[in-house]
DNA sequence: TCCAGATAGTTGCGTTTGATACGATGTGCG
DNA sequence: CGCACATCGTATCAAACGCAACTATCTGGA
């Protein structure tokens, strides 16, 4: 660990907060403009793309999103026509969340535009150096949780 | 790069989105609860601690905070007696921001348990995979600018 | 069976955020 | 020197955020 004086510029946390600030507001702004979708409309689409029915609260443990957030998204998602609510067979205050025909296809063109874009902002990356991120991102997360849980 | 299909929860942007919420989160509530202190509050109290006498301007610059940010927060630690304001010598716009005695005593309260959580973070780091994440987070950040440079 | 407590999702509300507009001052060009 | 334009910081307003309260439903124990 870093030994000496507290520098702000070289503070991991802040250097985190700086990046991700970066990366997700030019995502953010990109797919506003191209799909007209925020951050956590763009999350729900992917992730019940990925499990074809899920509920709002499953999307809110897998994302982290609060279910306020996921919520609202629902909503905006499902006047769009983009995703379908449909009651879940047995329990009544649940909904599944699957993807419309619209959706599905609105889906198709938004996957490969994040794969593109993951590519501009990483890639002079090698693949073994995103690995070594993505493994110091979780073991950053898993850390903050832990410090998290002692809090209460 | 990652070849194949998206899948979100391997997707580059949003393990660090995931990973600096989670971060951000329990360091604010811990300099919340223990100095009272706000992330742009705390952030600008170390900037001028380490200049000694800044514009806000400049601490907008260097911390990517919007000037709406800095002018409130620095706002509120006047009023909390914690730095001081005084006006440019040769910009009658501007103002130099630097820590009062109490600020100067809060700042070295704070930098010390800035450290700790560092420590805590990411204490099973090793010097090289800190400084390997730290170049990582500036290539990215990198890249996110040029992104957001070509959208103009 | 019935009731206390837990859980899914929505709504309300106060706080935070950032884009925009503004007043004041500074700068450069004619 | 004077006027158009840029810049610093503040004010204003609308949107995003998340906690807490609420409704409806489910669960387990007596």
């Known amino acids: 660990m870093a030994a000496g004086p507290l520098v702000l510029d070289t503070f991991l ?48 443990q897998r994302t982290r999103m609060d279910k ?6 629902a909503i905006a998602l499902e006047r769009r026509g983009l995703i379908e609510r449909r009651a879940h067979p047995g329990d009544g205050r649940s909904q599944l969340l699957h993807l419309s025909a619209t959706g599905r296809t609105l889906y198709e063109s938004v996957a490969p535009k994040a794969k ?11 693949a073994a150096e995103l690995d070594t991120l993505t493994s110091m991102l ?12 002692e809090a209460r």
């Open 68 to 73: 306020v957030t996921v919520s609202r998204a």
């Open 13 to 60: 946390p802040y250097r985190l907060s700086i990046a991700s600030n970066l990366v997700s507001g030019a995502i953010a702004r990109i797919y506003q403009s191209l799909f007209g979708l925020s951050i956590p409309e763009w999350r729900i689409v992917t992730v019940v793309a990925e499990t074809d029915a899920i509920t709002q609260q499953e999307i809110g």
């Open 138 to 149: 979780r073991r950053a997360e898993a850390a903050a949780l832990r410090l998290e849980g």
């Open 116 to 126: 593109e874009l993951e590519e501009r902002l990483f890639g002079d990356f090698t």
